[in-house]
T-cell receptor, first 112, second 112 residues
Framework: NAGVTQTPKFQVLKTGQSMTLQCAQD?????MSWYRQDPGMGLRLIHY???????DQGEVPNGYNVSRSTTEDFPLRLLSAAPSQTSVYFC???????????FGQGTRLTVV | DQQVKQNSPSLSVQEGRISILNCDYT??????FLWYKKYPAEGPTFLIS?????DKNEDGRFTVFLNKSAKHLSLHIVPSQPGDSAVYFC???????????FGAGTRLTVKP
């Protein structure tokens, strides 16, 4: 049982580059979300989805796009990377929003 | 604005003693609270939760207490074990169920 799988685990980008962080879950959860973790800030919600075709913004959405074409996948796109987006990114899924969630192992992103 | 605050960045206790991790919140609309544990290079894992209609919830060695009037919750671990050494995040769910807010985390070290 894989749970929530994130790829890649590490990534270095140059300022202005774009990339997609992948997230897949095999638990048939409707709710998926993306967080970033920064020192002293905890986890902050970027975007979330309550089901295929439905997405919405969280606390810090600027500079990121998401889509949800299937129940399993919820990719996060960085449109034009900036050093302020250097962070650890976590994808999570759950049966419903705001309850116990399963997290992926994280993607450590560095933008230089 | 940090609506969920964990004011102690770190805590160190001896094996077998009690660990008490604290969390304060400012938004009276939060109605569900969760604790997550995070080991290095892993995603957070759910530990225990409590609804705002309760003031205590127990699960084995872990107990969460909620004081709504003080907007304060705490996690008690008894007895503490070296394997409990991790970063603990407090999280709160807003009234619209999609607004999850996390504290900055407390690093617990349990010494043998």
């Amino acid at each position: 049982n894989a749970g929530v799988t994130q790829t890649p685990k590490f990534q270095v980008l140059k300022t202005g580059q774009s990339m997609t962080l992948q997230c897949a879950q095999d638990m048939n959860h409707e709710y998926m979300s993306w967080y970033r973790q920064d020192p002293g800030m905890g986890l902050r919600l970027i975007h979330y989805s309550v089901g295929a075709g439905i997405t919405d913004q969280g606390e810090v959405p600027n500079g990121y796009n998401v889509s949800r074409s299937t129940t399993e996948d919820f990719p996060l796109r960085l449109l034009s990377a900036a050093p302020s987006q250097t962070s650890v990114y976590f994808c999570a899924s759950s049966n419903a929003p705001g309850i116990e969630a399963f997290f992926g192992q994280g993607t450590r992103l560095t933008v230089v | 604005d940090q609506q969920v605050k964990q004011n102690s960045p770190s805590l160190s206790v001896q094996e077998g003693r009690i660990s008490i991790l604290n969390c304060d919140y400012t938004n009276s609309m939060f109605d569900y609270f969760l604790w997550y544990k995070k080991y290095p290079a892993e995603g957070p894992t759910f530990l225990i939760s409590i609804s705002s209609i309760k003031d205590k919830n127990e699960d084995g060695r872990f107990t969460v207490f909620l004081n709504k009037s003080a907007k304060h919750l705490s996690l008690h671990i008894v007895p503490s074990q070296p394997g409990d050494s991790a970063v603990y995040f407090c999280a709160a769910r807003g009234y619209n169920n999609n607004d999850m807010r996390f504290g900055a985390g407390t690093r617990l070290t349990v010494k043998p």
